[in-house]
């Protein structure tokens, strides 16, 4: 279905989303970005004060209104603390170019389109300088998971590789499942034998927010979980979270050294946003992953950087954007901190 509009067209596709497509001139182009992309209620307290749609610039626009520029990114915020968005500004905040290396990537060891080779090599080829190979765990069938042997396998090959593709460094990691009672997929034994331990929820889904969050802090206290993974299991468009308490989840991140993934993957982009600022807050690092089974997954990490400058998110404060040295010293730390803390 098609419908001419007055300044551009309206698409219904069948059986996907609506789509407009805008037309506009040079003159008033500033104009028409601003108020199509919204949110409306920030675009609302701007367009009374102005008198005209003639701006070519979106900063034409806010200096005719008299308002300082705010980040498109910023926008979502509430006003109360847009003046804080305002003192971190462009410099500060993260940049697709900050991420430094791939953490959370699968192979055609579970259920990913590449080898590990292919996937580290196309990794360095982009200039990041390492990769966090998680592949799904022995409880996850359905992705062909690893058993213990396998595990081994996949460990030698990665202990090749690392020696053939140096500099550059891949790293031992799973993602884990989180069983039904909040235990892990392997033994203690199993999951020291890795870099890293990503935890994530894969089955049951529909839960209570009770039996959720007994899953999730259950895993959170484990030792061995570096990053909790997806946390709400959400897929925009198609299935809502599991309900779950963010600050409760937060402050036992906070106290178990426990990093909060921002799965980059369009369909997940799970933490929220919203969220962000209460987890750097207390201390916890981001993590923005792509979640990618192929090469071409790595692209997803730019989606995961623009969610996370809505939540106004600093490099320092993601695990990904952490250079090879920084990273590895992170992991020893974070180690000998939950080794501390137990």
């Not at 749609?53 to 308002?67: C, G, P, R, S, V």
């Not at 990114?73 to 170019?97: E, H, K, M, W, Y």
């Not at 993974?229 to 979270?241: E, F, I, N, P, V």
């Not at 090469?295 to 730019?302: L, P």
Request: contains cysteine; proline residues 4%.
């Amino acid at each position: 279905f098609t419908e001419e509009l007055p300044n551009g067209l309206y698409y219904q596709i069948s059986n996907g989303p609506q789509l407009f497509i805008h037309t506009t001139t040079a003159d008033t182009w500033g104009h028409a970005l601003f108020t199509t992309t919204g949110p409306d209620e920030f675009c609302n307290r701007i367009i009374p004060s102005l008198t005209t749609t003639n701006f070519a610039t979106e900063e034409a626009l806010f200096t005719a209104a008299q308002q300082a520029f705010v980040l498109p990114a910023f926008r979502d915020l509430p006003q109360d603390v847009l003046n804080t968005a305002a003192l971190i500004g462009s410099v500060d905040i993260i940049q697709p170019q900050d991420i430094k290396g791939i953490i959370h990537s699968h192979s055609v060891w579970s259920d990913g389109s590449n080898s590990i080779r292919e996937m580290a090599e196309a990794a360095s080829g982009k200039g990041l300088e390492y990769l966090v190979i998680s592949d799904h765990s022995k409880s996850a069938g359905y992705a062909n998971g690893l058993n213990e042997e396998r595990i081994l396998q996949q460990h030698a090959e990665i202990d090749l590789l690392n020696k053939q593709l140096a500099p550059f460094k891949i790293f031992k990691s799973i993602e884990c499942d989180i069983l039904n009672d909040g235990s892990l997929d392997y033994s203690d034994a199993v999951l020291s034998s890795f870099d890293l331990v990503i935890a994530s929820v894969h089955s049951n889904l529909k839960m209570t927010e009770e039996k959720a969050m007994q899953r999730l802090l259950t895993a959170i206290t484990h030792p061995a979980v570096t990053i909790l993974g997806h946390m709400t299991g959400r897929l925009l468009l198609s299935r809502a979270g599991y309900p779950v308490n963010y600050d409760a989840i937060i402050e036992a991140c906070a106290k178990h050294h426990v990093c909060i993934e921002l799965n980059a993957h369009p369909r997940r982009l799970d933490i929220d946003w919203r969220w962000i600022p209460a987890a750097v807050n207390k201390g916890i690092l981001i993590s923005i992953n792509p979640d990618a089974h192929a090469v071409e997954g790595f692209a997803d990490t730019r989606y995961g950087v623009l969610a996370a400058q809505k939540g106004m998110l600093r490099k320092q404060h993601n695990l990904s954007s952490f250079s090879l040295q920084a990273f590895e010293d992170f992991l020893q730390q974070n180690k000998a901190a939950k080794a501390l803390a137990s």
